[in-house]
C-alpha cells in the first residue's frame, strides 16, 4: 500500500505541478497582456505628451518671436519720437532763420554795415544753421526740379517756350524746409507753364 500511496503522491505532485505550470502559463499570458496594455497605453500617452510639447514649442518660439517684433517696433518708434520729438521747436526757429536770410540778402545794406559787426552775425547764423541742421533741418531747394504739390507751393505760373521747363520750378520766392525728411514748410515757388 505504501507503494500505491508513492504512486498517487506523484500523481498528486505531478497534477499540481501540471496546475502550478498552467497557473504560471496562465498568469504569463495575463501578465504579457497586462503588459503589452500597459505599453500600448504608455505609448498613446507619450504620443500626446509629444504633440503636447510641439503645441508649446510651437506657441512659446511665437511668443518669443511676438517679443523680439514688440521690442523692435518699440525702438522704433521711440526713434521716431526722438526724431521728430524738436519739431515745433525748430518750426517756430524756421522764422529767426529766414529773418537772417531777409537781413543778410539784401547785399547792398549788409556791405554797409562794419566789417566786424556783419562777421560776428554770420558766425552767430552759420552756428544757428549748423545746429538746425544737426538736429535734422533741411533746406528744400527745388530749382530747375518738378513741381511737387507735397513739397512746393506755387505762387505763380510763369509763361515758358521751352516744353522741358512745362512745370518746372523757375524760381523759388520763399525757402522750404524739411525736418528728417519730413516737410515743415513747403517751399513757395514761381513754376513754368509751356503755352503752345
Request: net charge negative; proline share 2%; charged share 35%.
Amino acid at each position: 500500500m505504501k507503494d500505491l500511496d508513492k504512486e498517487n503522491d506523484i500523481v498528486i505532485e505531478e497534477n499540481t505541478n501540471i496546475a502550478d505550470d498552467s497557473a504560471k502559463l496562465d498568469d504569463s499570458v495575463v501578465a504579457e497582456e497586462n503588459a503589452a496594455e500597459a505599453l500600448k497605453k504608455l505609448r498613446e500617452k507619450l504620443k500626446k505628451c509629444e504633440v503636447e510639447k510641439q503645441e508649446y514649442l510651437v506657441g512659446w518660439q511665437r511668443a518669443k518671436a511676438d517679443m523680439v517684433n514688440a521690442r523692435k517696433r518699440d525702438e522704433s518708434e521711440r526713434l521716431e519720437f526722438i526724431k521728430f520729438s524738436n519739431e515745433r521747436i525748430v518750426s517756430d526757429l524756421i522764422p529767426v532763420l529766414e529773418s537772417f536770410d531777409m537781413a543778410m540778402g539784401n547785399k547792398e545794406t549788409w556791405e554797409k554795415v562794419e566789417k566786424n559787426w556783419r562777421t560776428g552775425v554770420e558766425y552767430i547764423y552759420s552756428q544757428f544753421r549748423k545746429t538746425l541742421s544737426d538736429y535734422g533741418l533741411q533746406e528744400i531747394d527745388p530749382i530747375n526740379q518738378k513741381f511737387d504739390h507735397s513739397l512746393h507751393e506755387a505762387s505763380s505760373y510763369e509763361p515758358v517756350n521751352d516744353q522741358n521747363l512745362d512745370h518746372s520750378i523757375l524760381e523759388v520766392v520763399q525757402k522750404g524746409y524739411s525736418l528728417n525728411g519730413k516737410v515743415l514748410k513747403a517751399a513757395r515757388v514761381k513754376v513754368g507753364e509751356f503755352k503752345k
